[in-house]
């Protein structure tokens, strides 16, 4: 399994680099902070891929 850290930037879904939406549309697991990045920035993630907002959780 390969793990991959994308900088969200400004937070513009525009501003993603070519390489960032490839490896967002080809991963099969997306958590991504809802409270930094928004949701449009995993929308080119797989239909079917699990994507979630990892916001509300608690790490204890």
Excluded: N
């Amino acid at each position: 399994m390969t793990v991959y850290f994308i900088g969200a930037g400004p937070g513009d879904p525009e501003l993603l680099t070519l390489k960032a939406a490839r490896v967002i549309g080809e991963c099969p697991v997306c958590l991504y902070a809802g409270s930094l990045v928004p949701e449009a920035v995993v929308a080119c993630a797989p239909a079917d891929a699990l994507v979630m907002d990892t916001a509300p959780h608690d790490a204890g």
